[in-house]
């Protein structure tokens, strides 16, 4: 009776999963991504891959580590012991990624904001301010400052405001 | 600029994404998705709820400080000092592609307009227009309005054109620099005769005191006020025949 080679049934169970968390960790960013046109259906669906994706890749990554230890037992080379756990630390790798939103990377927000005085502050007189008045508090966002961070969390006499540009 | 909480639990928001060239927050609360411009969850717990608008104006320092010299400014943080906009940045950003563009309409994509909503319409202004002719009367929906550019000749606001206490409409006219009668109003009314400033507040006259009602604007390139707001329209520039 003809047996399946090791390495060919380790590439059966692995290469899926490679597959599959390639596709969840990148299709978010694929659609979600500057100078493109998003649709509405095509939004919705990445956004529940981003939202949805997490049990999934602990799954993929855990049928990876199962393949990689079911290999190893059989495989005594060493090189194809390197590669193949080069392919699973792969899927572990793209599971980690998947943790990571790169918008909120290039994007860090401003920490606790702080403020300065109208009258103490240097700002030229032309530079342009996003102002509020809350309560009665008046605040004001210099634009080429908040445009940076594009949402500042403040809170305005005691309200809470998410100021974005 | 939005009130960050929903029933009660307060929300701090990341940039987590671009839609349409208009970007997505992520609210660490909930993990859901909200659209920066529309205020709207669009995916998440929270899917379907809006945020409340905080009303804001786009003014020049100058003229915010002289109407709130108690105000407190955004204090830059120094390690990021250097990667804030250049002075010009808005001049760079007109070159910026765009993927949406409404070429049906005449207007370049990147054609900074001043948005209004409100009265169940949407319209827009070319942003040159306002700063140009300084007072426009026009209607929102079947509401009259006026959209005032301040003295520093960027900052705009919009009004209802409504007189507490006059049940007419009035026109406004703009008072030329230096006139001695009103020398510190922008424009006066036909109804009372008032001078009124830039808070659209009567400073003398007749109804000295009174205050039009704002109308939220926002300051936006038609591309993305267009793209959020389809019903829109649009103020043409009245020619001369």
Partial sequence: MKTTHPGRRFLLYLFPCLLASCILLVYPVYVIRPFRAQGARELSWALAVTRYRAPFMLALVAAAFTALVWYWRRERRWLRRAGSAAAALAVAGMAAASRVNIYELMFHPLGPPSFTAAGQSKLDGDEMVIAIQVGQVARAYPIRNISYYHIVNDLVDGVAVAATY | ?241
Wanted: net charge neutral.
């Fill in chain 2, 1 to 241: 600029m939005w009130r960050a909480e929903v029933d009660g639990l307060r929300l701090r928001f990341h940039l987590a994404g671009i839609n349409d060239q208009n970007f997505l927050m992520r609210d660490e609360e909930t993990g859901s998705y909200w659209q920066q411009i529309t205020g709207a969850a669009v995916s998440g717990p929270l899917a379907g709820r809006r945020l409340t608008l905080v009303p804001s104006d786009e003014l020049t320092f100058a003229t915010w400080k002289a109407e709130e010299p108690q105000g407190t400014v955004l204090r830059e943080v120094a390690a990021d000092t250097g990667l804030y906009a250049k002075k010009d940045w808005d001049v760079e950003m007109l070159k910026a592609p765009t993927v949406i563009a409404y070429p049906e309409s005449g207007l370049p994509p990147r054609e900074l307009m001043l948005g209004l909503h409100g009265f169940g319409a949407s319209r827009a202004f070319p942003y040159e227009a306002l700063l140009k002719d300084k007072v426009i009367e026009d209607h929102l929906g079947s509401e009259p309005i006026l959209l005032v550019t301040a003295p520093d000749g960027h900052s705009v606001r919009a009004f209802r054109r409504r007189i507490p206490g006059v049940a007419s409409v009035p026109d406004f006219y703009r008072v030329l620099a230096g006139q001695p009668v009103l020398p510190a109003a922008l424009m006066m009314d036909s109804a009372t005769g008032s001078g009124w400033n830039f808070q659209g507040c009567a400073i003398t006259g007749k109804s000295i005191g009174a205050c039009l009602e704002r109308v939220e604007s926002i300051k936006d390139y038609w591309f993305d006020w267009r793209h959020f707001n389809p019903a829109t329209t649009v103020y043409r520039v009245k020619r001369a025949r």
